[in-house]
């Protein structure tokens, strides 16, 4: 299992569902198991859709490594 956690450092949690949100402001959304919430905010969508690349990457090919640490910008 990989594990989020947010830009602000206070949640770990379960990878879910993944979403870039647009309003009201660029974000990126976790839901896991019914609960979900904001994980990072950035300057624009496609900063999100970076970052979801990043995520995908990290977990198809770093199966040692299972937590990913939101970037901050």
């Not at 990989?2 to 569902?17: E, F, V, Y």
């Not at 009201?24 to 979801?52: A, K």
């Not at 990290?58 to 199966?63: I, N």
Request: charge should be negative; aromatic fraction near 6%.
């Amino acid at each position: 299992m990989m594990l989020i956690r947010s830009q602000d450092r206070k949640t770990l949690m379960p990878i879910g569902t993944l979403e870039c949100g647009t309003k009201p402001y660029p974000h990126i959304e976790n839901t896991f198991d019914g609960v979900g919430g904001s994980v990072g905010t950035y300057d624009s969508e496609s900063r999100c859709l970076e970052i979801l690349d990043d995520i995908q990457e990290m977990s198809t090919r770093d199966f040692h490594q299972n937590v990913f640490q939101m970037p901050e910008k």
